[in-house]
C-alpha cells in the first residue's frame, strides 16, 4: 500500500484558515471513508483530531473539520491558533486488507 | 482515563532482538484491536502492525513481515511486540495505540536504536 500525498509544510497567520490535503487514488481514498487525521507536536504521543474523514472525538475543538472530494480528503483548521503549530498526518484504513497507511505528514508553522 | 504505558525500548546491535511492552488502563482492553506505529528519526509515521480484539488474527506492514511479531495477555492488559532480525531501518520510537481504524489513544511512544 502506497503513502498518501500530502504537502510537506504549509504556512498560516492567527485566525486564518488553512486546508490540508491528503491524496490518494481510486482505490484507496477514493473506495473507502476511513480518513483519519492527526496532530502530532514533537516529543508527544500522537492525538486523534477527525475519524471516518468527518468525525470529531469528544473533546477535539471544532475549529478542526474534515471533508472528502474524489480521491483527496481535506483537514481543515479554522481561526489558527500558536498552538497549532504542529505536524498532522493523514491516514487510511482499508478494509479489504485490514491495513492502514500514514501520509507523508505536513509541518504546519502559524505565523 | 484511558492510559498506555509502554516500555521496553533501548540501544540494539544490527541482527539482535528486543519485546516491547504497552500496559493498559483505564478501558476493557480484550474489547479493542491494538496496534503499533513507529516514526523513524525524521521521518513521518509508519504503521507497523496491528491484533485483532480475540488475537487471532494479525497484520504486519510489509517492511517487517516476518521479523516481527504482535501479540497480547487480556488477562494482564498488555501488548506486545517482538521484534527480531533488527535492522538500523527499524531505528524509530515505536507507539502502541488503541483501536485500528483510527487510533483514538496513544501510548507514551518508547525509542527503539539498533546500532553496534
Known amino acids: 500500500q502506497s503513502a498518501l500525498t500530502q504537502p510537506a509544510s504549509m504556512s498560516g497567520s492567527p485566525g486564518q484558515s488553512i486546508s490540508i490535503s491528503c491524496t490518494g487514488t481510486?482505490?484507496?481514498?477514493?473506495?473507502?471513508?476511513?480518513v483519519s487525521w492527526y496532530q502530532h507536536h514533537p516529543g508527544k504521543a500522537p492525538k486523534l483530531l477527525i475519524y471516518?474523514?468527518?468525525n470529531r472525538p469528544p473533546g477535539v475543538s471544532d475549529r478542526f473539520s474534515g471533508s472528502k472530494s474524489g480521491n483527496t480528503a481535506s483537514l481543515t483548521i479554522s481561526g489558527l491558533q500558536a498552538e497549532d503549530e504542529a505536524d498532522y498526518y493523514c491516514s487510511l484504513y482499508t478494509s479489504s486488507t485490514y491495513t492502514r497507511v500514514f501520509g507523508g505528514g505536513t509541518k504546519l508553522t502559524v505565523l | 482515563e484511558v492510559q498506555l504505558l509502554q516500555s521496553g525500548g533501548g540501544l540494539v546491535q544490527p541482527g539482535g532482538s528486543l519485546r516491547l511492552s504497552c500496559a493498559a488502563s483505564g478501558f476493557t482492553f480484550s474489547l479493542y484491536a491494538m496496534t503499533w506505529v513507529r516514526q523513524a528519526p525524521g521521518k513521518g509515521l509508519e504503521w507497523v502492525s496491528v491484533?485483532?480484539?480475540?488475537?487471532?488474527?494479525?497484520y504486519y506492514a510489509d517492511s517487517v513481515k516476518g521479523r516481527f511479531t504482535i501479540s497480547r495477555d487480556n488477562s494482564k492488559n498488555t501488548l506486545f511486540l517482538q521484534m527480531d532480525s533488527l535492522r538500523a531501518e527499524d531505528t524509530a520510537v515505536y507507539y502502541c495505540?488503541?483501536?485500528?481504524?483510527?487510533?483514538?489513544?496513544w501510548g507514551q511512544g518508547t525509542l527503539v536504536t539498533v546500532s553496534s
Open positions: 471516518d474523514v468527518t
Open positions: 495505540a488503541r483501536d485500528h481504524r483510527y487510533s483514538s489513544f
Open positions: 481510486s482505490t484507496d481514498v477514493g473506495d473507502y471513508n476511513y
Open positions: 491484533m485483532t480484539v480475540s488475537g487471532s488474527r494479525t
